[in-house]
């Protein structure tokens, strides 16, 4: 299989690290064109949810379906199969990917200490503060990996899309906390392939049948 080179991969890293930090920054300074950006969209989408009560149902539905610990299960559910495969790189590959992904999100979360969305008459609600949305971050993280063990999956990226749409609609995250959350979710698994392996073929190798000799079986 094609494999991409290994300065494009760091190249796209780095496309997706530098927003993400200069969001950071922007949250932690508390820059006022964003905040007032955030609660514009955060208030207009407000007001379109208790408008279109289907429409509600529907990013409900969603923002559950797409919930981190589904990817959690599924992203388990790979490592082993990966390992009954004799893969066991690529299984820990996957493993430590999402265990990075998710820790960093937690402790960001913690660092930052944002407020989520309030409103009077709230359509949902969640615990725990906001940026960067771990919804965006985990959903991301584990269509990254997908599509990186197998390329032509590349439209599954709609799922963090979509996920990342809902919980703004829902008016339990900021535009910039799930901004955040995919380009992380994106980057942080790209950094960790780097680290695995110098080659994306010794990741897919294992799911497309082959066999990989640069240390992932």
């Given at each position: 299989?094609?494999?991409?080179p290994?300065?494009a991969?760091?190249?796209?890293?780095?496309?997706?690290?530098?927003?993400?930090?200069v969001l950071?920054a922007?949250?932690?300074?508390?820059w006022?064109p964003?905040?007032?950006?955030?609660r514009?969209?955060?208030?207009r989408?407000?007001?379109?949810?208790?408008?279109a009560?289907a429409?509600?149902t529907?990013?409900t539905?969603?923002?559950?379906?797409?919930?981190?610990?589904?990817?959690?299960?599924?992203?388990?559910?790979?490592?082993?199969w990966?390992?009954?495969?004799g893969?066991?790189r690529?299984?820990?590959?996957?493993?430590?990917?999402?265990i990075?992904?998710?820790?960093?999100?937690?402790l960001?979360?913690?660092?930052?200490?944002?407020?989520r969305?309030?409103?009077?008459?709230?359509?949902?609600?969640?615990?725990g503060?906001?940026f960067?949305s771990g919804?965006?971050?985990n959903?991301?993280?584990?269509?990254?990996?997908?599509?990186l063990?197998?390329?032509r999956?590349?439209?599954?990226?709609?799922i963090p899309?979509?996920?990342a749409?809902s919980r703004?609609?829902?008016?339990v995250?900021?535009t910039?906390?799930?901004?955040?959350?995919?380009?992380l979710?994106?980057?942080?698994p790209?950094?960790t392939?780097?680290?695995?392996t110098?080659?994306?073929?010794?990741?897919?190798?294992?799911?497309s049948?082959g066999?990989s000799?640069?240390?992932?079986?």
């Amino acid at each position: 299989m094609h494999s991409e080179p290994p300065i494009a991969r760091a190249g796209l890293t780095v496309l997706l690290l530098v927003p993400a930090a200069v969001l950071a920054a922007l949250v932690s300074a508390g820059w006022a064109p964003l905040r007032a950006f955030d609660r514009a969209v955060a208030d207009r989408l407000h007001e379109v949810a208790h408008g279109a009560p289907a429409l509600t149902t529907v990013m409900t539905w969603l923002t559950n379906l797409f919930q981190p610990n589904v990817f959690r299960v599924a992203a388990f559910i790979l490592v082993i199969w990966l390992a009954r495969r004799g893969a066991r790189r690529t299984a820990t590959w996957v493993a430590v990917t999402m265990i990075a992904g998710g820790v960093l999100g937690g402790l960001l979360k913690l660092l930052f200490g944002r407020a989520r969305p309030d409103f009077l008459d709230p359509v949902a609600a969640a615990v725990g503060y906001a940026f960067p949305s771990g919804h965006a971050l985990n959903s991301a993280l584990a269509v990254t990996i997908a599509v990186l063990l197998v390329p032509r999956w590349w439209a599954l990226w709609l799922i963090p899309v979509l996920t990342a749409l809902s919980r703004v609609y829902l008016g339990v995250h900021w535009t910039s906390d799930v901004i955040a959350g995919l380009l992380l979710g994106a980057a942080v698994p790209l950094l960790t392939a780097r680290a695995f392996t110098r080659d994306r073929a010794a990741l897919t190798g294992p799911v497309s049948g082959g066999r990989s000799r640069s240390g992932l079986p």
